[in-house]
């Protein structure tokens, strides 16, 4: 079996919903670069508490397999696409 590596990178921000965005945003362009990105086990916390996290995703299982790529706090039925993300890929970056 193929030894797997996790890359843990710390960025901060002023709040939650900032941080919540900047994850997001960070694993959305991650795997448009072909990374192998994990949404649903994107989390944040505050620097001082990093064992309490806060979920970054929804990842809801769908019907029909998959899971949901919404925000946690969504308000929208459950989808495995993010309205408007489904732009063409940047020729050379994915």
Not at 54 to 73: I, K, N, T
Not at 76 to 83: D, L, M, Q
Request: hydrophobic share 40%.
């Amino acid at each position: 079996m193929t030894e797997r590596w996790v890359i843990h990178l710390p960025v901060s921000a002023p709040d939650l919903m900032r941080a919540r965005i900047f994850a997001r945003t960070a694993a959305r362009v991650l795997a448009r670069l072909n990374a192998r990105v994990e949404p649903g086990g994107v989390t944040v916390s505050t620097e001082d508490q990093q064992c309490v996290r806060h979920w970054v995703f929804c990842d809801r299982r769908l019907p029909g397999g998959g899971r949901c790529a919404l925000p946690v706090d969504h308000t929208a039925p459950s989808s495995r696409r993010v309205p408007g993300l489904d732009r063409p890929r940047v020729p050379g970056i994915g």
